[in-house]
């Protein structure tokens, strides 16, 4: 006797379409902010940019809450590692060397660069593109689910609050080192200190497993604590930036609110996962729902493409328009519309899955 088949939660579809769309604006914010070296260009520009990305930031959380939501559990770890492995690591490889020729073909680099960065990506990347770093920490949770799973499985609620509660400490530590730069045992040569072990993206995982089993049905109080989480993590996080906009050069210092691992990030995303788990489409056959699963199922692909068109979309727009305030949202619609659609056409490529996922 066969199951019966398991209602598709379209609120998560939802989820990872608005992660993919929201990782694009962020990045098309920093066009607006980031100088050479790293230096910040403190302008009416940046400005808008600390409005509008600090929202934005949650992409990457929620991205690690979906993924974690579906990783358990693990019965058979060579047949988990293949399958997770071969889906994320082909395409990342793919993308990696792609992205190093095409510095080569725009003349950035001479080929023995080239070369160098291509025998570099096991170590890390295969040229200067910052946004595949989440792709080395997604496997690192791939590598460490096997291990996380039979606790996941059996841990009771105490346990996995319990967990919780000692993440939610060690989301505070960047703020605490504002006061102390040496915490519960943290020293030059020990970083290693005593909430290393709770601390991290892990806690998104156990978070996105723990609303599952104990908050999955919907509730009115979800939607009111998560307004809440939402709106107070914002301020935060926006207002960490704004002030330090006129006091902090440069970006590793400046951005300090905009960390994952930060407390005001987290209230973001917990609130953003809360109101949108349970989003319902009564009309599964309609155009928007199959455009949404769609996009969903491309996401990987639309994340590893989206910087090469909007790098474009940038070049095309940015002498036509003014101001950031425009410029910031119209980028990121673009780019997430034309990466889509570019991620589409090459779906219908002969063996597609290892390049787009």
Request: charged residues 10%; proline residues 6%; glycine residues 6%.
């Amino acid at each position: 006797m066969t199951k019966p088949a398991i209602p598709r939660n379209y609120g998560l579809d939802m989820i990872r379409v608005i992660s993919c769309y929201m990782v694009i604006q962020a990045h098309a914010g920093e066009f607006f902010f980031i100088g050479n070296g790293g230096k910040i260009t403190n302008t009416v520009d940046a400005w808008w940019v600390g409005w509008y990305n600090p929202i934005c930031i949650t992409s990457v959380p929620l991205f690690v809450m979906i993924s974690g939501f579906f990783l358990f559990p693990v019965t058979d770890i060579p047949a988990f590692l293949k399958k997770r492995f071969s889906r994320i690591l082909i395409p990342f490889i793919f993308w990696c060397i792609f992205y190093a020729l095409y510095y080569y073909a725009k003349g950035y680099v001479d080929l023995k660069t080239t070369l160098t960065n291509i025998a570099n990506i096991p170590v890390n990347y295969g040229a200067e593109v910052g946004h595949l770093w989440f792709v080395y920490m997604l496997l690192g949770i791939y590598l460490f689910a096997p291990i996380l799973s039979p606790w996941i499985e059996s841990a009771n609620r105490r346990s996995m609050e319990y967990y919780l509660a000692l993440w939610a400490v060690s989301l505070c530590i960047p703020y605490i080192h504002l006061l102390t730069p040496g915490l519960w045992g943290e020293t030059f040569w020990n970083h290693t200190p005593m909430l290393y072990y709770f601390s991290g993206f892990l806690g998104y995982v156990v978070l996105a497993n723990y609303i599952k089993r104990y908050h999955m049905p919907p509730k009115r109080w979800h939607y009111f604590v998560g307004v809440i989480l939402i709106v107070v993590g914002y301020a935060i996080t926006t207002y960490g930036f704004i002030a330090r906009l006129q006091t902090d050069p440069y970006i590793n210092k400046l951005a300090l609110t905009w960390g994952f691992e930060t407390i005001n990030v987290a209230m973001m995303t917990a609130g953003a996962f809360l109101m949108l788990k349970n989003i319902r489409i009564t009309k599964p056959d309609k155009p928007f729902a199959k455009l949404l699963i769609d996009i969903a199922a491309k996401s990987y692909g639309i994340y590893l493409a989206h910087i090469l068109i909007l790098n474009a979309v940038h070049s095309i727009l940015n002498p036509r328009l003014n101001s950031a305030a425009i410029k910031i949202p119209l980028m990121g619609i673009c780019a997430f519309i034309i990466t889509f659609l570019v991620v589409k056409a090459l779906s219908y490529l002969p063996k597609s899955k290892w390049i787009v996922g």
